[in-house]
């Protein structure tokens, strides 16, 4: 399948940063599905005074941490020493504190290798797995560790075209007509047997279908009968329809390669039994192929953001949603960041993207 490029337009656009926008930061939280049903920040669950493990892996590296707790802390008090024995291990600014009720480990990076893992401690303190004798107080706390959060990359959306996705292309077709009497779609032939007819669907083998019609049956349940022989046969979504005086059989693709044929059945042939009724000439229409639709697209050719500080700089991706009509902006991982504030200027070349056949 070939393409050509058809130049469109250009256009200029300038964004601003939001808080909203900004990288985020990868966390792990730990909730209590106990009768209590939270970690209450003032509340003193009254732990035996002793030190616990815990291991909290940080964007990747695990720290195996002792925690020194009294049986005076409260929760808030225990989230507070967890998040001082991690920062000594990591010689950074991770938090931990009680969020919602929950006990929430946050990374202090941003981005999509941002992330946070906690488990059962294995240090071997005297208090053993702090988990496990938070579990052990009875049924007031179970100890769940929720689905870790891994950090986002910040992205920056804008609308660029209202037209997207509106030329999609044709499905080719093919129909069955008569010159005398057309086909009325609540018209009852009164036709009783099962009766067989060709379709081939997008240059595809001719499929001979076997059409169980009884006397009862319009031309629209003819129809829909053949449409679910068709759709059986090719795991497709062809459509049969009455259309036009016409039995329409019409391809569930589009593009150059949608096509339809219809060929008389190989035994009880479905069109000879039409040319027997009243006033009734079949016949086949022409094949009428798919066309190709053309895709809006648009390239940057070039994206530059300026801080609060009026610096320039370089290093954010940028792509375009052919079917939303919207462009998104992103950092490049950790190598630039967006900040609050900042302009993001984006020079844009808007093309059509043509099939061929």
């Known amino acids: 399948m070939k393409q ?13 940063i939001e808080a909203g926008d900004l990288d985020k930061a990868g966390y792990a939280s730990i909730s209590n599905t106990g009768t209590l049903g939270t970690f209450g920040s003032a509340v003193v669950p009254a732990i035996v005074s002793s030190t616990y493990d815990i291991d909290i892996t940080v964007d ?7 925690v020194a707790l009294l049986n005076t802390d409260s929760w808030s008090s225990v989230a507070t020493k967890i998040q001082s024995a991690l920062r000594t291990a990591t010689s950074k ?7 919602s009720g929950k006990i929430v480990v946050t990374s202090t990076t941003l981005g999509s290798t941002s992330s946070v893992l906690i488990a059962a401690g294995t240090t071997g303190s005297l ?3 702090l988990l496990a004798y938070i579990d052990s107080i009875g049924a007031t706390y179970v100890t ?7 950090g986002t990359e910040g992205t920056i959306s804008f609308a660029v075209d209202s037209n997207a996705n509106k030329d999609l292309g044709t499905a080719g077709y093919s129909y069955i007509y008569s010159d005398v009497t057309p086909f009325v779609g609540t018209a009852v032939p009164a036709l009783n047997a099962t009766y067989q007819l060709q379709v081939g669907v997008d240059g595809g083998v001719l499929n001979n279908l076997s059409i169980v019609i009884t006397s009862a049956q319009s031309w629209n349940t003819i129809a829909a009968t053949i449409q679910t022989a068709l759709r059986s046969a090719t795991s497709g979504t062809e459509v049969v329809s009455i259309s036009n005086g016409r039995i329409l059989i019409t391809s569930g693709t589009v593009g150059t390669s949608s096509k339809i044929v219809i060929k008389e059945g190989l035994a009880n042939g479905l069109l000879a039994i039409i040319a027997t009724l009243t006033d009734y000439n079949p016949n086949v229409g022409p094949v009428v192929s798919g066309r190709s639709g053309s895709t809006q697209d648009y390239v940057a050719t070039s994206i530059v953001g300026q801080t609060s500080a009026g610096l320039y700089y370089t290093g954010l991706i940028g792509s375009y949603n052919k079917t939303t009509g919207v462009y998104t902006i992103s950092d490049n991982l950790a190598v630039t960041n967006m900040a609050a504030g900042d302009f993001i200027y984006v020079n844009l070349l808007g093309c059509y993207l043509n099939e061929l056949a």
């Open 127 to 129: 208090g053993g797995d």
């Open 144 to 150: 769940h560790l929720d689905t870790p959060v891994a």
């Open 93 to 99: 600014l991770e938090t931990v504190s009680i969020v």
């Open 60 to 66: 990747g590296t695990i720290r195996k941490l002792a």
């Open 4 to 16: 050509f490029t058809s130049f469109k337009s250009k256009l200029t656009k300038v964004v601003k």
